[in-house]
């Protein structure tokens, strides 16, 4: 398996773009999460589904930023408008309840978005 | 709310000697524990998870334990390498929801 796949891989983009962030998880996971990963703040979890069905959007720091997941190979993490503030590390990590894996969580290699 | 704190914040060690990395939660009603690498500028990569009713887990080197009533757990690597400089996380998860808590990481050097 390729592992979880997030793209891009690096995003540059002016404050007030918009930023569309992609993930697809390990095939076979039902769980899908993103999360954010920040100096300040370590590793904060945004959002996650099951099933392709959002469970916890909690962590979703405001209304400029959506998640879908229209398909059980696909999820986008969208911001609009961009902010400096939003300038961090987002990772994608997929799990599945399995008898030896149970949640045992895989992550993509992140995407690196740095608004200016 | 569940807190996970990680101590020391950083480690510099000289090859071959044998470490301990502390991972401590508040709530103890967990349904597991996973330790994680983290190399600069790249993704985590999941080293060992432990159950709930598990007391250990170990893989090559590392030997990881959990103490639930005491919200603890030791990552142990023994006979560091340059290799095994890294940043290493601790995650719980919690009996309910899919909610993954992380703590602020131990950042590891073992030098040559």
């Known amino acids: 398996d390729a592992g979880v796949i997030q793209s891009p891989r690096h995003e540059v983009t002016e404050m007030g773009q918009e930023v569309t962030l992609r993930c697809k998880p390990i095939s076979g996971h039902d769980y899908l999460f993103w999360y954010r990963q920040t100096m300040m703040r370590g590793l904060e979890l945004l959002i996650y589904?099951?099933?392709?069905?959002?469970?916890?959007d909690s962590g979703m720091p405001e209304d400029r930023f959506s998640a879908k997941m229209p398909n059980a190979s696909f999820s986008t993490l969208k911001i609009q408008p961009s902010e400096p503030r939003d300038s961090a590390v987002y990772f994608c990590a997929s799990s599945s309840r399995t008898a030896n894996i149970n949640y045992e969580q895989y992550f993509g290699p992140g995407t690196r978005l740095t608004v200016t | 709310k569940q807190e996970v704190t990680q101590i020391p914040a950083a480690l510099s060690v000289p090859e071959g000697e044998n470490l301990v990395l502390n991972c401590s939660f508040t709530?103890?009603?967990?349904?597991?524990l996973q330790w994680f690498r983290q190399d600069p500028g790249k993704g985590l990569t999941s080293l060992l998870l432990i159950q709930s009713s598990q007391r250990e887990q170990t893989s090559g080197r590392l030997n990881a334990s959990l103490d639930k009533s005491s919200g603890r757990s030791t990552l142990y690597i023994a006979a560091s390498q340059p290799g095994d400089s890294a940043t290493y996380l601790c995650?719980?998860?919690?009996?309910?929801?899919?909610?993954?808590?992380f703590g602020p990481g131990t950042r590891l050097s073992v030098l040559p």
């Open positions: 709530d103890s009603a967990i349904y597991n």
């Open positions: 995650a719980v998860k919690r009996n309910y929801g899919q909610n993954f808590v």
């Open positions: 589904f099951n099933n392709n069905v959002p469970i916890d």
